[in-house]
């Protein structure tokens, strides 16, 4: 009986070790199968968007003008589904987008993936399914050519046979495919239409303000639309060409205007008009020039390419746009100029006088359609209501997001035209200019006849330019560093003296990392237009299909970020002074350390003595300041390794991320107390994606005066925890402190004398001292300084201690969110960054020799003592 008990057990723990092994591989099979489904299912995604790609693509090319069963979202395929109840027609393939990835612009960037998907895409109503669409209303068979449609008497059935039972379908087209108007847009035009009270030319009635109405699509009145069936009716050999006017839309993907022009069958002539006097106060910069330069470059060897088309170039630089395209027209013949619309507010003004004067002195129609943002200005309307003023953050990303979502999705980007006549007789094609001579990357030369800087060169060699490579930066981003945007990480720096876990930084988000490219880094070509906004939005929604929640998480803080540039937009159209005043009117009198002088005859900081740099660059850095701590944050010789670096990069490059961005900000404005308008002109000179409204709207914030000011403040040292804590970036671009530990990469003034002898830096030679040693003592003169404003203008302080900003309506204001420091009046601060580890002085382990004899005999002493009390008991 003992060695059956004996050999029972055995057996047993014999086969613990098998059925262990069993449940391993099952569970290893079942992540297994797990893995390869969630992989099928990425692939079967990537497989529909490429055939709905397809399908554009080819109904493109097939659909005619006169289709009134046109799909209203995509605007090339046929519409073969209808939701019900509403009866709101699409076609299959936006079907099968909208059913795989349905969430509108707010919900998916709360969301991600899990917002609502029982709702209308063209109406946002709820709906119980999908039917067949109804047929349209039967026409009139008529001959069809390349033109367009021909009016001659044709064939035709009897329309009283083709009534039908079913719920009325879309409303029939007009014989023009046209570019689908906003919301807002269409529920404003058919109040018109129907006579139903719509506002009054002059005054305001139902659809808000005035000013909300004065730039609505110039497509939406009947004149235009006779004008347009008259203009498509002719046949394509005798019909007058289409100017398209390329300004910030340097593209074929995507461009509504070229793509409209190419659907008519007419020829087209595309031109581009440079007229640096009609940008405003803030003409392009010099870098922006440069990277324009190549920019088209690109666009006519993709023109010529494709199409055989030629871009018609033309010098405004002692004339004006509108002489420019009457001349183009007049040379060609055409009768229409198509444009995608601009928002800054002086270009607005010229696009309307152009407008007025084509057609009044040339009979010239002129057509404008949206391919710059998802949602225009004057649509969004975020402070239509007193409510959304009062307690929405006026100005914050929610804010403005609340007010899109009422608008619904933003129509997919078209497909480049698949074809496109662009030839003409050698009479008629109109005379342009060579690209070189119009200077935009001309570089300037040495004084005494020396030889030429080409400042450029980092530039090139950092970038490539074109629709290839703005393609291929968002496919890179999108398969690498999407998954990335919002991860979060914590290094313990174990290796930093045996710091424990509670040493350790918090978690800080992969997108901050400078050192390492987790970034999209497209600004540049969404701001010369070589990229649609609305092709980053629908990639960046299809790559959160099927994805795992953390990528899905990423892609919702991603969109985050183009409601902000929307909302930059939207805030330069509201307040056209916002790139050169203080929003908030109160801050006009804060003292500043270097300030702001308007004067040209001043000190030489303003913007006309700007333009006058911009031309001739600046050569050697020729400073723009007699401030020495100005223009040493412009060159990049703090003496603070981290600013240095990012500065350093924008010079060469022409590029920084947007955290760095934050950090150089805040160390001008909250630490050397300089004007934030120094900062933004020297952005505006040397960022290849400068952009007056992103520049002022950040600069205005960032300077306590814009509407949603800055809730933080970046520490010059501390902010590496998050940007740079291996110190990469700081050696990349500042080789001279390569050598350093980590320890003191973003502090070598802090190194002992041995460990800065042996990697070679000496201070105030290799490497520059800093400009400001007292940071504590600058962030206090900052905070006394906004103070004082508040106690000087108690009219704009609110009793929760938040601050009233005026609207340009008479008798409105709404609530500006303030910083903590600033609403409790206290000379004390609060606000800060905290250190980690490896740069906070306290806890950081000393290396050099001596040092380390120290925390040996120190280490021994404790030893000893330990050992003495464990004897004595």
Request: glycine share 8%; charged share 30%; aromatic share 8%.
């Amino acid at each position: 009986k003992k060695k059956k008990k004996k050999k029972k057990k055995k057996k047993k723990e014999n086969e613990k070790p098998k059925e262990k092994k069993k449940e391993k591989d099952e569970e290893e099979e079942e992540e297994k199968t797990t893995r390869a489904a969630r992989r099928a299912v990425e692939i079967e995604n990537a497989k529909k968007l490429a055939a709905m790609d397809a399908r554009f693509a080819a109904a493109a090319a097939l659909l005619d003008d006169d289709d009134d069963d046109c799909c209203p979202i995509c605007l090339d395929a046929r519409a073969s589904v209808a939701c019900a109840p509403c009866m709101h027609a699409l076609c299959a393939g936006c079907l099968e987008l909208w059913t795989s990835a349905d969430a509108s612009f707010y919900a998916v960037a709360k969301r991600g993936s899990d917002a609502r998907r029982t709702t209308c895409p063209t109406c946002r109503g709820e709906i119980t399914g999908f039917a067949a669409a109804p047929p349209p209303p039967s026409r009139k068979k008529t001959e069809r050519t390349r033109g367009g449609r021909d009016d001659r008497e044709g064939t035709s059935n009897d329309s009283s046979n083709s009534k039908s039972s079913s719920p009325p379908g879309p409303p029939p087209g007009d014989g023009v495919i046209r570019k689908k108007a906003s919301r807002g847009s269409r529920a404003r035009r058919k109040r018109r239409d129907a006579g139903g009270g719509g506002a009054t030319a002059d005054g305001d009635g139902v659809d808000g303000p005035a000013d909300y109405r004065r730039y609505g699509d110039s497509w939406t009145n009947a004149d235009a639309r006779a004008n347009a069936r008259d203009s498509s009716g002719v046949s394509g050999a005798s019909a007058s060409p289409i100017v398209v006017w390329f300004r910030q839309d340097l593209r074929v993907r995507d461009n509504p205007a070229l793509h409209a022009a190419a659907r008519t069958g007419r020829p087209v002539v595309a031109a581009y008009v440079w007229c640096p006097r009609e940008e405003g106060r803030w003409p392009t910069g010099g870098a922006a020039r440069v990277w324009l330069h190549h920019a088209l470059d690109g666009l006519t060897r993709t023109l010529t390419r494709t199409y055989g088309a030629v871009l018609v170039l033309r010098d405004a630089t002692r004339t004006s746009s509108f002489e420019e395209l009457r001349d183009v027209a007049r040379a060609c013949g055409a009768k229409d100029v198509y444009a995608n619309r601009v928002y800054e507010p002086w270009k607005i003004a010229r696009d309307d006088t152009c407008e007025k004067a084509l057609a009044s002195e040339c009979g010239i129609r002129y057509r404008s359609f949206n391919a710059g943002v998802l949602y225009e200005p004057w649509d969004a309307r975020p402070d239509a209501t007193d409510d959304a003023c009062w307690n929405s953050g006026y100005g914050s990303v929610r804010f403005f997001l609340r007010a899109c979502a009422a608008l619904g999705e933003p129509p997919p980007p078209l497909p480049a035209p698949a074809s496109m006549r662009a030839r003409l007789p050698v009479e008629r094609r109109p005379r342009s200019v060579a690209l070189e001579s119009l200077g935009l990357a001309k570089m300037p030369r040495r004084r005494g006849g020396g030889g030429v800087i080409d400042w450029a060169a980092g530039i090139r060699d950092a970038w490539t330019f074109g629709e290839d490579g703005a393609d291929a930066s968002l496919r890179a981003f999108l398969a690498e560093g999407l998954a990335h945007f919002d991860a979060k990480r914590a290094d313990a720096y174990a290796e930093h003296g045996g710091a424990s876990r509670a040493d350790a930084p918090k978690a800080a988000t992969d997108r901050h990392r400078a050192d390492v490219r987790t970034t999209a880094r497209i600004s540049p070509y969404v701001r010369h237009g070589e990229l649609s906004v609305r092709e980053v939005y629908r990639a960046a929604k299809a790559a959160s299909v099927g994805s795992r929640k953390s990528q899905a998480r990423s892609a919702g803080v991603f969109l985050r970020r183009l409601a902000w540039r929307d909302l930059a937009y939207w805030s330069l159209w509201r307040f056209p002074h916002l790139a050169d005043e203080p929003l908030r009117p109160q801050y006009a009198s804060q003292w500043w350390a270097v300030p702001w002088d308007p004067d040209p005859r001043g000190r030489g900081d303003s913007v006309p003595r700007a333009v006058s740099i911009v031309r001739r660059r600046w050569d050697v850095f020729a400073p723009c300041s007699n401030d020495a701590n100005l223009r040493a944050w412009q060159r990049g010789i703090t003496g603070y390794p981290l600013v240095n670096a990012a500065m350093r990069e924008l010079w060469i490059t022409g590029y920084i991320p947007n955290y760095m961005r934050h950090v150089v900000a805040g160390f001008l404005i909250e630490y050397l107390n300089i004007d934030w308008r120094h900062g933004q002109l020297w952005f505006h000179d040397t960022l290849v994606d400068a952009d007056v409204a992103i520049q002022g709207f950040m600069w205005q914030n960032g300077g306590h005066s814009g509407m949603d000011q800055w809730n933080f403040v970046m520490h010059p040292v501390y902010a590496a925890k998050s940007a740079d804590p291996d110190g990469e970036y700081v050696r990349r671009w500042c080789p001279e402190l390569s050598k350093l530990p980590r320890d003191y990469a973003h502090c070598p003034w802090e190194a002992p004398a041995t460990t800065l002898a042996r990697a070679g830096v000496a201070l105030g030679r290799e490497y520059p001292k800093r400009v400001l040693v007292d940071l504590e003592g600058a962030r206090l003169k900052s905070l006394r300084a906004v103070v004082e404003v508040r106690r000087a203008h108690p009219e704009y302080v609110l009793p929760d201690g938040n601050e009233a900003l005026p609207l340009p309506e008479p008798g409105r204001i709404a609530r500006c969110v303030t910083r903590v420091d600033y609403r409790r009046m206290s000379d004390e601060i609060v606000t800060r960054q905290t250190a980690a580890a490896p740069w906070d002085a306290s806890r950081r382990q000393r290396r050099d020799p001596m040092s380390r004899a120290l925390d040996d005999a120190a280490a021994l002493s404790e030893r000893q003592a330990r050992d003495r009390a464990s004897v004595l008991g």
